[in-house]
């Protein structure tokens, strides 16, 4: 398996525009996560889904992100209208369904950049 | 951080020499985990540890874990430069299905 694939890797855009990053998960995983990491907040957990419904979005910061999984192996994290502070890298993780006692793989990341 | 914090927040060791990374949590958990991450890259699982163990072994590596004191301990013995990265423990919930939640993270640098 490849891992978790997330894309674009970089990604650079002006305030305003509208920025989508996408996660492919493990397969056979059907719980996937999305985090953030700044030096200001380190890492923080978005969002999660299971089974490709979203359980827990209480980290999503505002109401200008968006994530979605219309099946198990795709999900995209949107962020519209995007601002600086949302300059971060983004790690999507997915691990095993129903496991409890097991490790997150985690993608590459996307950094992204707004200017 | 979303659970707690981890010291110190920088360590600088000599190759050989043994490094101890802590971390404290809030809540009660189901287990622990600790990940690295090298500059740049995502994050790699390096070992769990469950609520109802004290200590575990993996290679180089010694975790122990107090859940009355709401702590656990990394010990990476005899360190190589290629240990240079960021340590960070991570916790699952006892109160959720998974709830993977980070700590602030060691930034370790191993000089040859």
Known sequence: ?115 | SQQGEEDPQALSIQEGENATMNCSYKTSINNLQWYRQNSGRGLVHLILIRSNEREKHSGRLRVTLDTSKKSSSLLITASRAADTASYFCATVRMDSSYKLIFGSGTRLLVRP
Not at chain 1, 29 to 42: A, D, I, K, V
Not at chain 1, 67 to 73: E, G, I
């Open chain 1, 1 to 115: 398996d490849a891992g978790v694939i997330q894309s674009p890797r970089h990604e650079v855009t002006e305030m305003g525009q509208e920025v989508t990053l996408r996660c492919k998960p493990i397969s056979g995983h059907n719980s996937l996560f999305w985090y953030r990491q700044t030096m200001m907040r380190g890492l923080e957990l978005l969002i999660y889904f299971n089974n490709n419904v979203p359980i827990d979005d209480s980290g999503m910061p505002e109401d200008r992100f968006s994530a979605k999984m219309p099946n198990a192996s795709f999900s995209t994290l949107k962020i519209q209208p995007s601002e600086p502070r949302d300059s971060a890298v983004y790690f999507c993780a997915s691990i095993p369904t129903g496991q409890r006692n097991t490790e997150a793989f985690f993608g590459q990341g996307t950094r992204l950049t707004v200017v």
